[in-house]
């Protein structure tokens, strides 16, 4: 097993800087990986450090980004959320990229990576499969062919997403393993990458070893790096609190990042809180201690031996043990608070939104409006929420009134 030193570094990564970096945060995160993934991994950090500096990279990278993605995403004022919280509410809406989430902005970046690396096959891990249709377009944008590891209760539930990813024209390889959910199809993909070093792994999520938590938090970090410019030129000031849901913390370090260096800006992640209990939750930082897991080391949820447990989230999405060394580094400090959302707050939230805005938010981001509706009641303050994805592929489960 290959292990990094583990010592303080910068958290912050802006796509207008450029950063060296060793891939901790704080004690968290570094590189825990068989010895066969070293070279591979150490040459995609290597590659990502100089394109990352190279000004036609960024250039490719916002042509897809404004060209095919549809950004900037709108910071949408929220007018009847916002009376009926008591506080003033803008909506990043990510639901409005191409293929409905943000997921796509990291998989535009990692799959121009690839093409400068001269990848052959992309492999990628999806639970709710929106990330499995984020990689298999970017794959079918790039001509580059994709599988798509994704757990066979997950292709039972998620029946939409499973036909889009195979019309895209990836291969789609289902896993019966373990619970045969997100931490399975990671296990399953890493495992193939591990056979198939020269393979290109799309990771999905802030999650797994360097230099993935890095690549994924600079790809996203245009969220945050958006909001902060649309929100000082619409009201002139800095919110005083931002909101985001997190499965392995992607959406959230996006918006998050825009803002870290804001010290007056409270942030808050909505974990998806399940039933709220030690034995029924998906929320990692509230429920979890620090564990080595897929890679990285960060919070995992665990049981008494300390080896990593199921997750119980309504919201596939957020249904994941483990999550971002960076957001385990900003909970120790303070910078961020964390707060489980239970399923049943959730459920209302994204019938509250469809109700109030026309706008139906996936269940995931539900957890945000949710934790946002509680911490701003009648408190007149000035307010982001990320809108990570749209409810479409919540809508026939049953989730309306
Ligand atoms: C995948 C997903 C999430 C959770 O993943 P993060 O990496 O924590 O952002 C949240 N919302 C939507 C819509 C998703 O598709």
Known sequence: METTTLKQDII??????????????????????????????????????SLVKDPSFNKEYIHYLKQFVGRPS?????????????????????????TGSHKINNCIGQILVAKRMGAKEI????????????????????????????????????ALNVSRIKLLGAELIPTEMGTATL???????????????????MLGSQVGPHPYPRMVGYFQSVIGQEARNQILNVEGRLPQAIF???????NAIGLFSGFLNDTEVQIYGAEGGGEATKENTAATLT??????????????LV?????????????????????????????????????????????DAFRLLSKLEGITPAIESSHAIALAAKVLKNKEMLAIINLSGRGDKDVDRDLEE
């Open 12 to 49: 912050v990564s802006p796509l207008s800087e450029m950063l060296t970096f060793n891939g901790t945060y704080g004690n968290y995160g570094g590189s825990y990986i068989p010895d066969v993934l070293t070279k591979p991994l150490e040459d995609l950090a290597n590659m990502f450090d």
């Open 74 to 98: 709108p910071l949408y004022y929220a007018k009847r959320l916002s009376e009926y919280v008591g506080s003033t509410i803008y909506l990043k809406r990510e639901d409005l990229n191409h």
């Open 123 to 158: 492999i990628a891990e999806t639970g709710a499969g929106q990330h499995g249709v984020a990689a298999a377009t970017a794959a079918a944008l790039m001509g580059i062919p994709c599988k798509v590891f994704m757990g066979a209760k997950d292709i039972k539930r998620q």
């Open 183 to 201: 931490k399975d199809a990671v296990d399953i993909a890493l495992g193939y990458y591990i056979d198939h070093p020269s393979s290109f792994y």
């Open 244 to 250: 985001a849901c997190i499965g392995g913390g992607s």
């Open 287 to 300: 429920f979890g201690k620090p564990t080595i897991f897929q890679g990285t080391y960060s919070y995992c």
């Open 303 to 347: 049981d008494n031996e300390g080896n990593p447990i199921e997750s119980h989230s309504i919201a596939a999405g957020l249904d994941y043990p483990g999550i971002s060394p960076q957001h385990a580094y900003l909970k120790d400090s303070n910078r961020a608070c964390y707060i489980p959302v239970t399923d049943n707050d959730a459920i």
